[in-house]
């Protein structure tokens, strides 16, 4: 029997909405991750502290309380509450990562669709040279302003959040130029 494509449980658009750009790497955060794969927080950072050999410094780090800060500044109303800890945040590979420790079905869909989001990020931005050299532009620029470390974090979210949006919008889908059969129909 064939195995099927998993279907969509979450849609793309909430992905990429929890992927940061903190210390220069796309990541996730434990409770956004937490909340896709329908487990407490502390149960999957329990999970990770039982596998720390499996998540090296490139794959997971704890914000400082600084990167916090910030990124709750980002937001008009902190939806975050009382943290006692400061949060982990997952890379790429550390979000792989994290399906091998929770082992469960939906764990795995939920990685499967999360891999397909950061992919399709990655492949949008490689392909698109105007961009890149757009990109590029912008950080000189900031160089040359000297700014403070926080407000290029800041500048930068800003770039990967019209990142984003070019994703989406890539991902309506587009009506077919031409007759179509469909159309006469319903006398179009």
Not at 77 to 85: A, F, H, V, Y
Not at 91 to 113: F, P, Y
């Amino acid at each position: 029997m064939k195995k099927s494509e998993p279907s969509n449980l979450i849609p793309q658009e909430i992905i990429l909405n929890k992927i940061f750009l903190i210390r220069e790497k796309k990541v996730m955060l434990d409770r956004d991750l937490a909340e896709l794969y329908g487990v407490e927080t502390r149960v999957l950072v329990q999970a990770v502290r039982r596998n720390l050999d499996r998540f090296p410094l490139e794959f997971m780090f704890q914000l400082t309380k600084e990167e916090f800060d910030n990124l709750i500044s980002q937001f008009v109303i902190s939806s975050w509450g009382g943290t006692r800890k400061l949060p982990f945040v997952f890379t790429e590979h550390g979000v792989l990562m994290l399906s091998s420790v929770l082992n469960s079905e939906r764990a795995i869909k939920i990685n499967i669709q999360i891999m397909k989001t950061f992919t399709k990020l990655r492949e949008m931005i490689l392909s698109n040279i105007e961009l890149k050299l757009m990109i590029d532009k912008i950080e000189k620029r900031l160089d040359k302003h000297d700014l403070k470390f926080e407000e290029k974090e800041r500048n930068m979210q800003a770039i990967v959040e019209l990142l984003k949006e070019y994703i989406i919008q890539e991902e309506q889908p587009k009506r077919k130029i031409g007759f179509q059969v469909e159309d006469r129909r319903r006398g179009v």
